[in-house]
């Protein structure tokens, strides 16, 4: 069973950075795309950003651009998400997802992706 863990969550005020990991438990993928999505309390899960599964194409969502990298190390098999300039709007959960189907474009809705992490909590206070 495939089982993304994120990693790399915390408090940090406005105006700070954080990076977030995501990495396999269970079985590995090989040849995956991935993303990042959130979900603040009382709201929708969102999109975040994405990557295909040799990096050569990403996606962000217009809030976090110029913010945000997503980025991967298939030696590590491990993603990343470095996120500055954190706004108290970037609050939420934060979860890594993947999915079997590897292609030229990465996909930016929650329903492309199979596999899912249990999230980890980014808060930003002002």
């Known amino acids: 069973q495939v089982q993304p863990v994120e990693s790399g969550g915390g408090l940090v005020q406005a105006g700070g950075s954080l990076r977030l990991s995501c990495a396999d438990s269970?079985?590995?993928?090989?040849?995956?795309?991935m993303a990042w999505f959130r979900q603040a309390p009382g709201k929708e899960r969102e999109f975040v950003a994405c990557?295909?599964?040799?990096?050569?194409?990403?996606s962000y969502t217009d809030s976090v651009k110029e913010r945000f990298t997503i980025s991967r190390d298939n030696a590590k098999e491990t993603e990343y998400l470095q996120m500055n300039s954190l706004k108290p709007e970037d609050t939420g959960l934060y979860y890594c997802?993947?999915?079997?189907?590897?292609?030229?474009?990465?996909?930016?809705?929650?329903?492309?992706?199979?596999?899912w992490g249990p999230g980890t909590q980014v808060t930003v206070s002002s």
């Open positions: 269970g079985r590995t993928l090989i040849g995956y795309d």
């Open positions: 997802a993947k999915r079997r189907l590897y292609a030229d474009t990465c996909a930016r809705t929650i329903e492309e992706y199979d596999y």
């Open positions: 990557i295909n599964w040799n990096g050569a194409s990403t």
